[in-house]
């Protein structure tokens, strides 16, 4: 099930289906819009992960003596339903938050996409339960998603102080909107956005919340400086985010991101010397809040990386391309923005290798362009691209590129096929004279 975002007539967007598939691939000038359709995106999911979604089009029976409520089709039509009237009369509101000043919008609202016979069931399970004396009644709730195909995991969470008062139906659904919400991750996905000035939020964040100045910053960088004053590292980090957290060492810093106390070190892997972070080169700078996104205690399954390129030079901006598909193969949600044409062509060849690995893997080919396995997307995660195009009347168009897969081509930049244009006939020119 895909979540998409629709606007119209947002700030200078004219209109936009963003599909919030698993990794997000936003390209375009300067000054598009593309910063602001992330973090609205982010300030939406924040806005709805508390939505009281309704039961009342669920459909409940017995078995076995479980409890057992259903949200199909009718389910997810009422949810979307409500949800939209909602966005609609809470959107200038909802706005202002996200953006911390009046920002104007025809129209925001959410859509449900899902197969034909897609369903959730929730078993619900009572049981008694001693502690120091006192007998206590608990539910345990197992929400399955239901899907041709494939055997997806159950999500499962227990509640310790229930009253047999309370709307186990109202408990159940909202399960299943969280999963929703969440992209089929977690029942309590994190998120977290990185904004394109991440060298100097990281050196002065202290000093924001020293003199409560937040008035004039957006909900989503706002979160990430808290995330900054309140980051510590877990250190038993599962095996997938552990996995993440090498590859970023190795391929990337070239070391590692230590946390000491209140203070960041770097500490170089060639030489194992240690030093504050305000003196390490703004490419570690850039880098050091994807590895804390990766070893916080709470887990991060939505990352936003605004300019993704930032200091980065070509070659490790191939290497972040890597890692991203990684992060987007080990269940992670990745939206990002860029403007660079060494990204978007390192992208467009990993997904182009991906397609063809759906036929069959070619591992030698793998091995001579120093690639594996793991670097292309697997089967059943899906990427969506869409490029920002700046119109004469000052407004943005929002495009949807769609992958050419015969013959084998990828996607095709614009933006970035003009400027090459330019740049060889530019070359030719001097060289004809």
């Known amino acids: 099930m895909v979540l998409h975002v629709i606007l119209k007539n947002f700030a200078r967007v004219k209109e936009a289906d963003i599909a919030l598939n698993n990794l997000v691939f936003f390209v375009g000038n300067n000054n598009s819009g593309k910063t602001m359709v992330m973090q609205l995106i ?20 017995e078995l076995n003596g479980q409890f057992l409520v259903r949200c199909d089709r009718e389910w997810f039509e009422e949810a979307q339903s409500r949800i939209n009237s909602y966005l609609d009369q809470n959107k200038s509101r909802i706005l202002t938050e996200i953006f911390g000043t009046s920002i104007s919008a025809d129209e925001i609202r959410i859509s449900l996409e899902y197969e034909r016979a897609e369903y959730f069931v929730t078993s619900i399970s009572e049981y008694q339960s001693r502690d120091f004396a006192e007998q206590t009644t608990k539910l345990l709730l197992e929400t399955r998603q239901y899907k041709k195909d494939k055997d ?25 909107w969280k999963i929703i919400l969440s992209g089929e991750t977690s029942l309590n996905a994190g998120q977290l956005f990185l904004p394109a000035s991440r060298s100097g939020l990281q050196l002065l964040y202290r000093h924001y919340f020293a003199q409560e100045s937040g008035s004039s910053l957006a909900a989503p960088v706002k979160d990430f400086l808290r995330f900054l004053q309140l980051y510590s590292q877990d250190n038993r980090l599962d095996e997938a985010r552990a996995d993440l957290l090498e590859f ?4 990337l810093l070239q070391g590692k991101v230590l946390q000491t106390g209140d ?6 892997a060639q030489s194992g010397k240690s030093f504050p972070l305000y003196i390490a080169s703004s490419m570690i700078h850039e ?21 993704v390129e930032n200091s980065l030079h070509p070659l490790l901006q191939r290497e972040m391309a890597r890692w991203l598909i990684r992060m987007a193969n080990a269940g992670m949600h990745v939206v990002i923005s860029s403007h660079s044409d060494t990204m978007a062509s390192r992208f467009n060849n990993l997904f182009m290798l991906s397609q063809m690995d759906k036929r069959n893997t070619d591992y030698k080919m793998l091995s001579e362009l120093g690639l594996k396995d793991a670097d292309l997307l697997c089967p059943d995660v899906e990427a969506a691209v869409y490029e920002f195009h700046n119109e004469n009347n ?13 013959p084998l081509m990828g996607y095709e930049f614009q933006l970035f096929s003009k400027n090459l244009d330019k740049l060889y006939d530019e070359a030719e ?4 004279h």
Request: charged fraction near 35%; charge should be negative; proline fraction near 5%.
């Open 152 to 176: 997806l995991p159950p999500f499962c969470r227990q509640i310790t102080d229930w009253n047999q008062g309370d709307d186990v139906e109202r408990e159940a659904v909202k399960d299943v």
């Open 263 to 268: 203070e960041t070190l770097y500490m170089e």
């Open 248 to 251: 970023g060492e190795v391929h």
């Open 429 to 432: 020119r001097i060289t004809r």
């Open 287 to 307: 880098l050091t809040p994807f590895m804390k996104a990766l070893s916080a205690p709470r887990r991060i399954d939505w990352l936003y990386c605004d300019e």
């Open 42 to 61: 982010y300030g939406i999911r924040k806005e709805l992960e508390l939505f009281p979604v309704s039961g009342e089009k669920a459909r409940t029976s």
């Open 394 to 406: 000052g407004s943005t168009t929002v495009k949807k590129l769609e992958f050419i897969d015969y």
